[in-house]
């Protein structure tokens, strides 16, 4: 796999479940729960060592994967591959698309239950989304092109 991708996958996916995890934090917050901060920082770290490793990064990757692809050919298609504000725009869009695909096909394939519980509602949503905008981001920075040498 490419150092890029994997690169990219990194901060989407720590962004992804730092959101998650303090998401959850905050419902619990809401319906009267008390969480200290020892306990908040504990449950990220541990999201972050299980859940990024064991389910986030290998959906994530598959769907960045796939996303970034497709958002690279629609670049070479529309001959843009070199206009950088294009690139930052197209892979944004295919990063938050593919996070939102895949909390879609993980509900649905896991009998409509969320893996993702801070993506349980709308809020979550749109913060596992803009999680994706941040891989994207960061994918077409490391993939820019390089400027022709002068000789």
């Not at 991708?5 to 917050?29: D, H, K, Q, W």
């Amino acid at each position: 796999m490419d150092s890029r991708l994997v690169s990219c996958r990194r901060p989407n996916s720590v962004s992804g479940v730092c959101f998650s995890s303090l998401r959850v934090i905050a419902l619990l917050e809401n319906i009267g729960g008390s969480v200290s901060f020892g306990k908040t920082l504990s449950m990220v770290l541990y999201d972050l060592f299980y859940f990024a490793k064991i389910l986030y990064l290998g959906f994530v990757g598959l769907g960045l994967l796939i996303a970034f692809g497709v958002g690279s050919i629609l670049l070479l298609i529309l001959e843009l591959r070199s206009r950088a504000s294009y690139r930052f725009i197209v892979f944004s869009v295919a990063g938050a698309v593919s996070m939102g695909v895949m909390l879609w096909a993980m509900k649905n394939v896991f009998f409509g239950m969320q893996l993702v519980a801070g993506a349980r509602d709308g809020t979550g949503i749109f913060l596992q989304i803009l999680a994706g905008i941040l891989g994207g981001l960061v994918f077409a920075l490391l993939t820019r092109p390089k400027p022709p040498k002068l000789n």
